[in-house]
């Protein structure tokens, strides 16, 4: 797949501060993390106490600040060659060089992810600025895709797929979650995952807890099944879930499972732009409630995803936030009975011109296993 240019970022770093202006902020300041990556292509060698951060401010040329010790990393990222790279040794003080940069004081947008130690530096070495949250001062920054991310994004979908059609033909009774669960982190592996990052395998009761993961409980006939996971492929997330049943499922079971493949497909069939993404929960949520099981569904519909697993848009009530071609959510509807089982069915969408397009395409039918 080919690499992303320093063109690509020099973009996505002018895009975002000027979304910074039209927001009323005085500029960005960006921590190790998925913002980081996004801007200029860098993720450290190590996330610790020593600050790394990237300053963007209108009319100033960029500015990333990381440990001497990392410097070279640094100025190998693909964004490095567009920006002013400083250097600071042990001993020194990076939260005054930063504040110099910050004058005139405004308020900035800081990563959600920056660590509170260096959020209070900052606020030390410069008393008279103050910081919002990037996701919620500048949700939009990362929740547009370009062609190569959407690219990335495809092939994570694809590779997730793989594996569960994989998966699906292992032997699930008599074995425990967590060796299915082995099992699938393998398999997306060999798929080309670089890293696993969740496995939920979620047997009879289990399943009514959509976090479960997976655990010590052996696997039984006549057992629904709940599979969620994802990783990381080129750097972009997966994220998918299926459910399975050992052996023939009863009625109810089937029932059950009808009704979250039609909140699914119903929320699907909703996407396209300038819908509101909280339209795309009402759909899901109203199928369900209309089947008698709205008390069952627990979370939200979906949540945006790209460099992250979880990311803006997200797709719940409240969120009046307009659909735009280019982005990615998942669709994940899901009933969870208290001490039985659950069902959830996951894809990750992008919203096109005219609709919608699934990035998961293996089959949301009821799937037998053994």
Known sequence: MQSISTETFTGRMRRATEQAVAAGLAGLLVTPGPDLAY????????????????????????????????????????GAAVLELAGWADGTDPYARVAE??????????????????????????PRSRYVSMTAALP????????GELERLA??????????????????????ERDVGADLAALLREHGHERVDFTVVGSGPN????HHEMGDRTIREGDMVVLDFGGLLDGYASDTTRTVHVGE????EREVFEVVRRAQRAAFEAVRPGVACQEIDRVARGVI?????????????????GLSTHEPPYIVEGETQPLVPGMCFSIEPGIYLPGRFGV??????????????ALNNSSRELRTVS
Do not use: N
């Not at 959600?112 to 209070?120: G, I, P, Q």
């Not at 939009?140 to 062609?147: G, H, L, Q, T």
């Not at 499922?249 to 109810?252: A, V």
């Not at 959830?344 to 609709?355: A, L, P, Y």
């Open 249 to 252: 499922p009863d009625d109810e």
């Open 207 to 210: 399943g009514a807890d959509p």
């Open 140 to 147: 939009m920054v990362r929740a547009v895709k370009d062609a």
């Open 289 to 305: 409630a209309g089947a008698g099981y709205g008390e069952y569904f627990i979370h939200r519909t979906g949540h945006g995803i």
């Open 39 to 78: 801007l200029i292509g860098y993720r450290p060698p190590a996330e610790t106490e020593r600050l790394t951060m990237l300053v963007l401010r209108p009319g100033r040329e960029p500015f990333l600040i990381a440990p001497l010790l990392e410097r070279a990393d640094a100025e190998r990222a693909p």
């Open 344 to 357: 959830r069915i996951e894809d990750i969408v992008t919203v096109t011109d005219d609709g919608g397009r």
């Open 155 to 176: 092939a994570a979908g694809a590779a997730a797929d793989a594996a569960f059609e994989r998966i699906a033909g292992v032997r699930f009774a008599g074995r425990r």
């Open 101 to 126: 940069l910050l004058d005139p004081p405004g308020t900035f947008a800081i990563s959600d992810s920056a660590w509170a130690l260096h959020v209070l530096a900052l606020q030390q070495a410069s």
